[in-house]
């Protein structure tokens, strides 16, 4: 099998915050195990492929600068092999999230859409909107202060303003929504699921008791949570995903932030097979695609 030759793409450090780690160890363990079953893997920077150095046919990647976003696009308009999709993860920057998300019927939770230097008191009001996150709209968070909370309109006043002077044009306002946060990852085409309550320190696979850690009870619709993560990303085309939602008392859920191939940190071991054993499959399916003649090669032959 050493003909599958496979580039692994890692996300730049500043689309890391307090994950640099994390993320590179994710990319680096499932590049392992794809070596283990035979392909030859090579570790590319996100920078480096920005520079034009990545000519694999074959890329996986955990890239989010805005620049890699045609490359991994056009690298796929060419017929190349690229996971998670270019197109998936420029549609998981927030706004375009935001609006496919909620155009999809997901649950997610009530957003407004705006500029910052737009006045968004009164629209604020109007939505019955106090508690919010402010979440920067145009790319994906780099520093904290990417995502804010605040407590009334006239606080979402003063964030935006701040978003501004530091040249962020666009900002998504969420609403804020009371209840229990949980962690969830999966990648898609396959059962594998994991979700958790970061604040009780236990995850499951997807709610089987033997798995690592001690799974707490849901205290809601597992099945219909996993299906709605499921449609999420096949509707945002991302393959690895992973994100946050928050469930209310009375057991309904809300996914509040999705993202394309986080760092599976409370699973990464299993994570990184089952993305590996995916991969795989994807690039075995896409090798036999490729090798099979053209009608027009075919015509040429006969």
Known sequence: MAEIKIAAILRAG???PNHIGNDAAIL????EQLRKRGCEVRIYSEEQLIAGAVTERCVIHMCRDHRSFPILQAMEDDGCLVLNSGYGVENCTRERLSRILLGSGIPYPDCLMVNTNQT???QMQEASMERAWIKRGDLYAQHKEDVTYV???EEAQEV???YFLRGIKRAVIMRHLDGEQVKFYGVSGTPWFQW???FEKSYSAAGDDSSASPA???RFDLEAF???CGRAADTLDIKFYGGDAIVAPDGTFSIIDFNDWPSFAPCRIEASAVIARTVLAEVKAYLKKASKPTAKSSMKQS
């Not at 680096?28 to 590049?31: E, G, K, Q, R, V």
């Open 14 to 16: 500043i689309y890391s």
């Open 196 to 198: 958790f309550y970061p």
């Open 226 to 228: 996993k299906e709605a």
């Open 120 to 122: 968004v008191t009164r």
């Open 151 to 153: 407590r009334h309109p």
């Open 216 to 218: 707490s009870t849901p």
């Open 160 to 162: 935006l303003q701040e």
């Open 28 to 31: 680096n363990l499932t590049a």
